[in-house]
T-cell receptor, first 114, second 112 residues
Framework: DADVTQTPRNRITKTGKRIMLECSQT?????MYWYRQDPGLGLRLIYY???????NKGEISDGYSVSRQAQAKFSLSLESAIPNQTALYFC?????????????FGQGTRLTVV | KQEVTQIPAALSVPEGENLVLNCSFT??????LQWFRQDPGKGLTSLLL?????REQTSGRLNASLDKSSGRSTLYIAASQPGDSATYLC???????????FGTGTSLTVIP
């Protein structure tokens, strides 16, 4: 089983719909992140969380919200999806203990907004 | 803001060649640098992590170097194989702040 699991893997939704992308991890890491990837732009940070009570905006948080339901679960919501939110979304975790901070990524969710 | 650049954007080599992928970053105050591999439509697989105090890391046919003062890292792939075909991404983590900054990647094709 993957250490970082994202569901769904693919989703097509209509403009204006609310959609939630889910992420769960078995690595026991406190830090979790949501990124989106667009061709030619690389990965950009949407939100990150350092523990259940800590939520922070990244560089492109507008139009998104998140929920950290537990240490192992971090969900990303699009309240009212729009076509330019069509992208590949990645969840990631990292653990700063021991000074490592290596990042681990899920397999991605391909979201298409029509 | 940290800017990460990867050159070239695409590279095609015959099987067996040694090759170098480049990553440059604008702010040398980094905590670490990580190289990833991404296959089409797939997630990111961590290849090598270099802490800011390190000069290089090796894993099998891969060797990553870091020159923090000049803002550069290279990923050396020895004896390339068709299975190495993928996009390679580098990401830096700043000393301050809490995110990884990614380059746009180098798309590598190894021709049999």
């Amino acid at each position: 089983d993957a250490d970082v699991t994202q569901t769904p893997r693919n989703r097509i939704t209509k403009t204006g719909k609310r959609i939630m992308l889910e992420c769960s991890q078995t690595k026991g890491h406190d830090r979790m992140y949501w990124y989106r990837q667009d061709p030619g732009l690389g990965l950009r940070l949407i939100y990150y969380s350092f523990d259940v009570k800590d939520i922070n905006k990244g560089e492109i948080s507008d139009g998104y919200s998140v929920s950290r339901q537990a240490q192992a679960k971090f969900s990303l919501s699009l309240e009212s999806a729009i076509p330019n939110q069509t992208a590949l979304y990645f969840c990631a975790t990292s653990d700063p203990t021991g000074g490592n901070t290596e990042a681990f990524f899920g397999q991605g969710t391909r979201l298409t907004v029509v | 803001k940290q800017e990460v650049t990867q050159i070239p954007a695409a590279l095609s080599v015959p099987e067996g060649e040694n090759l170098v992928l480049n990553c440059s970053f604008t702010d040398s105050a980094i905590y670490n640098l990580q190289w990833f591999r991404q296959d089409p439509g797939k997630g990111l697989t961590s290849l090598l992590l270099i802490q800011s105090s390190q000069r290089e890391q090796t894993s099998g046919r891969l060797n990553a170097s870091l020159d923090k003062s000049s803002g550069r890292s290279t990923l050396y792939i020895a004896a390339s194989q068709p299975g190495d075909s993928a996009t390679y991404l580098c990401a830096v983590r700043a000393n301050t702040g809490n995110q990884f900054y990614f380059g746009t990647g180098t798309s590598l094709t190894v021709i049999p």
